[in-house]
């Protein structure tokens, strides 16, 4: 066996970094700082659960990295202390239902809430109404509130009618003691309009909203956060400060902010410094935000791609905003070059881009030019038309 010096592995090297995993995605932090109005509001509509009656429903709306999980769990937490006190009973079950059907998220729940020694609802051969009789079956074997946590609940598919059910579970008679909550949690401010009018009748939910942060409430997470992940004075205010304004500018996203942080001190690590300056953090943004686009292109279909990607080559070349004859013609070439077959019609490609311009992709801008011209839109590339173009519109 060589000394433990001459090991490879445990060279740590010196780090900025004390506690990396403070930056992490599944880190739960201690301290849910400059949301108190939202807490206020959670804890007056889950109050009642303390007291051994029903809560209100929730939705808790914000775009992504507002902090809707992290309060949440944070919440979740709360309510076990506050239960333990007054001696109430109390079970949750938390879920994301990501690309989930209905009859996998109740499944889910089933599953979650018996024991673990009692056999699985099985994945085939039963309804969701099956699945359903087996979930108030479970959570009327349990005493006090049963709080259900469904998070990114607008990927539920038939989520209309699975809410309805739910949310008349009590008042049907279906639950014979126990108490339901729901709590909903979406990225998508529409999502009660996509709900039929009983539905909405029946769900009756308190509304949270987290607004975006912005950048003076990021400097505090992000400062509060940096004292756990760095050593001592590895970091300058100077540089969360930079970290918190870029934050702020994307949307006020706090994952942003902490996934900067992190890169910033990889990056200081890999040139050996031993503080994180102001530099490593516009690096690691350029760093991080090539790595969101690139995620985000990776989600579009290979039609989708190869239209962005012709926006890009116009961009470049100082040709966009462009009618959408100019970008099919490109367009057909550069399918061409890739080997794929181009949609047919100009009006196919005219559709795509209207798509990609309602998810951020591109900017549509309608030109009028009266009675000689008409009314018709051009289209540019509102993303960096560089990074788009250096991945190739076919992998
Ligand atoms: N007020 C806060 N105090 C401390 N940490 C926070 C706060 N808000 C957000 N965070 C941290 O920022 C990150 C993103 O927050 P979170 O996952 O809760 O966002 P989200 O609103 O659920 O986003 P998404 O819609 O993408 O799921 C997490 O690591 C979380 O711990
Ligand atoms: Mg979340």
């Known amino acids: 066996m060589p000394d433990a010096e001459d090991n490879p592995l445990l060279d740590f090297g010196d780090s900025v970094f004390s506690h990396r995993d403070a930056l992490a995605e599944s880190y739960e932090p201690e301290r849910i700082l400059e949301r108190d109005e939202e807490i206020d509001q959670y804890a007056a509509a889950l109050r009642p659960v303390v007291e051994g009656d029903t809560p209100d429903n929730i939705m808790v709306y914000g775009n992504t990295g507002a902090g809707k999980t992290a309060v949440t769990r944070y919440m979740i937490d709360m309510m076990y202390d506050a239960c333990d006190t007054t001696d109430t009973p109390l079970s949750t079950v938390q879920l994301n239902c990501n690309e989930m059907t209905a009859f996998k998220v109740v499944r889910t729940l089933v599953n979650d809430l018996r024991d673990s020694s009692a056999d699985e609802f099985p994945a085939r051969g039963l309804s969701t109404r099956d699945a359903l009789d087996a979930l108030y079956e479970e959570i009327d074997k349990r005493d006090g509130t049963v709080l259900l946590i469904l998070d990114e609940i607008d990927h539920i598919e038939h989520i209309d009618s699975l809410l309805y059910d739910l949310s008349r579970s009590q008042a049907t008679g ?19 309009d996509t709900l039929s009018a009983k539905t909405k009748g029946s769900f009756a939910e ?32 100077a540089a969360i400060k930079l970290c918190a304004a870029l934050a702020a500018q994307d949307s006020g996203n706090a994952r942003q902010g902490l996934d900067i942080l992190k890169a910033a001190g990889k990056t200081a690590d890999d040139y050996g410094d031993d503080v994180v300056t102001e530099d490593h953090i516009r690096d690691a943004q350029k760093t991080v935000e090539r790595g969101n686009l690139e995620q985000r292109i990776s989600s579009l279909t290979v039609q989708q791609r190869h239209i962005l990607h012709t926006l890009a080559l116009l961009e470049i070349d100082n040709k966009t905003p462009a009618r959408t004859k100019e970008i099919y013609s490109l367009y057909t070439d550069v399918c061409e070059q890739s080997g794929l077959d181009p949609l047919s019609t100009t009006r196919s490609v005219r559709d795509h881009l209207d798509k990609l311009s309602m998810q951020g992709f591109a900017d549509q801008i309608l030109r009028n030019e009266g009675r000689s011209g008409g009314k018709y839109h051009v289209y540019e590339c509102s993303m960096r038309a560089d990074i788009v173009l250096e991945a190739a519109p076919r992998d």
Do not use: C, K, M
């Open 206 to 237: 308190e509304e949270i909203d987290f607004t975006p942060y912005n950048a003076d409430e990021l400097e505090v997470i992000l400062s509060d956060r940096a004292a756990i992940a760095f050593n001592d004075d590895a970091i300058t205010d």
């Open 174 to 192: 279906r639950l014979e003691h126990a108490n339901v909550g729901i709590i909903g949690i979406s990225n998508d401010y529409t999502f009660r």
